[in-house]
């Protein structure tokens, strides 16, 4: 596993002073979090690592519950796209897919924008959010039901044409032109890999990608034991979801099991981001290849601190993980090399508030721009990806040319997201707060 490396001396003067700040926000009276946990890089190996709160409130154990460490699991949410992005690279290089081939010759339907029906979409504009897929009205959808409900005219999920982009006020939104990020998109991917496989999405990714990569890390809590769930950390958000109530602080959104195994036959259906009720449902009759929604390829993986490191190496390394080749180094080079990025002479892109400005196959780039920056006064490019969901907030970024980045994770909020967009940036004032503290610590000015 990734090597540990001293901090140098420039980087210990700042540790007090950083890890002030990242306490601070247990105990913050307006915002606070739960539980957190961080990660730094620098030349190739692990700098630092530090965890505080708790992964689980219980008030009356000893402490107020468990707390968060570097073995905690959380749902990761969209970081959960990158294992996805290494699926379809490792499919790549075994040269049964094509990044740049139509994609629905991998589907047994035809994949096209009814209002561009003539142009191809490709899984590079899938992974790159480029391809015309919108999420619409749902777009993660029960077993029983196969993803061309959600894409074919007609379609039970297909309600006035809300999964495809239009240019109906005059801008080409055509596939391969427009940037609008879409879940969905890794929907569809999750469902071309069934196709190719014939193996259940999460059981593919636990063995074609996960277990390769030595973690136990899953996208389906029914592979965790009783001792694993212990050890998978709720969501939280405020309990009044408007006012911090200090008597009341915390209701668990999500992965609340409270030690229960689940069943494997068994998934969570969610669309967090379109506010639809969770609904559990059975996988009894679910043919492969069907719907590959199911298993949030998206934003359902459940993985820890101590796992995270393994997806930090395999990508500062060029494709190695403990010295085990997983990736190409070309594959991985493919990853971070940007497909779209915004131009404001021209608007060619949904930047979601200048936060998204590079994007690239299954990799976001932070150019240091107007909205897409870590530190107010300072420039520093790093490309990863955020994670949002459920009061999760979550960041891995990395310079591979510097074999140096940063991970946070924070499993709630103690205020609504809404009223706590950033000072600086396109993220969240929590965000912002946290790479500051690691960026000004780690990696200084000069």
């Given at each position: 596993m990734m090597k540990q490396i001293a901090p140098t001396p420039l980087q210990r003067q700042g540790m007090e002073q950083m890890e002030q700040r990242l306490d601070a926000l247990l105990h913050d009276p307006i915002m606070p979090v739960p539980g957190y946990g961080v990660m730094a890089f620098d030349r190739g190996g692990l700098v630092y690592q530090r965890y505080g709160g708790l992964a689980r409130i219980e008030p009356g154990a000893p402490g107020?519950?468990?707390?968060?460490?570097?073995?905690?699991?959380?749902?990761?949410a969209s970081i959960s796209k990158i294992f996805s992005?290494?699926?379809?690279?490792?499919?790549?290089?075994?040269?049964?897919?094509?990044?740049?081939?139509?994609?629905?010759?991998?589907?047994?339907?035809?994949?096209?924008?009814?209002?561009?029906?003539?142009?191809?979409?490709?899984?590079?504009?899938?992974?790159s959010h480029t391809s015309s897929v919108r999420d619409g009205s749902v777009y993660s959808i029960p077993p029983e039901d196969r993803l061309e409900e959600l894409l074919l005219p007609g379609g039970k999920y297909n309600r006035f044409g809300d999964h495809f982009a239009d240019g109906s006020d005059g801008t080409d939104r055509s596939p391969g032109r427009y940037f609008s990020y879409a879940n969905l998109n890794y929907g569809i991917i999750g469902t071309i890999l069934e196709r190719l496989s014939g193996i259940r999405f999460d059981e593919y990714m636990?063995?074609?990608?996960?277990?390769?990569?030595?973690?136990?890390?899953?996208?389906?809590?029914?592979d965790f034991d009783v001792q694993a769930l212990g050890r998978l950390s709720p969501i939280y958000q405020s309990r009044n979801g408007a006012l911090w109530d200090a008597s009341q602080p915390w209701a668990a959104q999500?992965?609340?099991?409270?030690?229960?195994?689940?069943?494997?036959?068994?998934?969570?259906?969610?669309?967090?981001d379109l506010g639809g009720e969770n609904v559990?449902?059975?996988?009894?009759?679910?043919?492969?290849?069907?719907?590959?929604?199911?298993?949030?390829?998206?934003?359902?993986?459940?993985?820890?601190?101590?796992?995270?490191?393994?997806?930090?190496?395999?990508?500062?390394?060029?494709?190695?993980?403990?010295?085990?080749?997983?990736?190409?180094?070309?594959?991985?080079?493919?990853?971070?090399?940007?497909?779209?990025?915004y131009d404001p002479d021209h608007p060619n892109g949904d930047s979601y508030d200048g936060l998204m400005c590079c994007y690239g196959p299954g990799i976001h780039t932070m150019t240091?721009?107007?909205?897409?920056?870590?530190?107010?006064?300072?420039?520093?490019v790093l490309s990863g990806h955020f994670g949002e969901a459920y009061g999760l907030l979550a960041g891995?970024?990395?310079?591979?040319?510097?074999?140096?980045?940063?991970?946070?994770?924070?499993?709630?909020?103690?205020?609504?997201?809404?009223?706590?967009?950033?000072?600086?940036?396109?993220?969240?004032?929590?965000?912002?707060?946290?790479?500051?503290?690691?960026?000004?610590?780690?990696?200084?000015?000069?």
């Open positions: 107020g519950g468990t707390p968060f460490g570097e073995d905690t699991r959380f749902r990761t992005a290494l699926a379809v690279m490792q499919l790549c290089e075994e040269g049964k897919i094509d990044l740049d081939e139509d994609a629905g010759l991998y589907l047994d339907f035809p994949l096209r924008n009814p209002n561009y029906p003539a142009v191809p979409i490709t899984l590079r504009m899938l992974l636990r063995t074609r990608v996960l277990e390769p990569m030595g973690l136990g890390a899953s996208f389906n809590v029914g999500i992965d609340d099991y409270n030690g229960r195994e689940q069943p494997r036959n068994q998934v969570l259906i969610t669309n967090p559990m449902a059975s996988l009894a009759d679910y043919r492969i290849g069907d719907n590959g929604t199911l298993f949030s390829p998206q934003g359902g993986l459940r993985i820890s601190c101590r796992e995270m490191r393994a997806l930090a190496e395999l990508l500062l390394t060029g494709g190695l993980v403990d010295g085990k080749r997983l990736l190409s180094e070309q594959s991985v080079d493919t990853m971070f090399t940007s497909c779209w990025r240091s721009g107007a909205g897409d920056r870590f530190l107010q006064e300072r420039d520093i891995l970024f990395l310079d591979r040319a510097r074999g140096r980045g940063i991970f946070y994770v924070i499993n709630g909020q103690g205020a609504p997201d809404s009223e706590h967009h950033g000072r600086y940036s396109g993220m969240y004032e929590w965000e912002e707060r946290l790479c500051t503290a690691l960026l000004d610590c780690f990696f200084p000015k000069g």
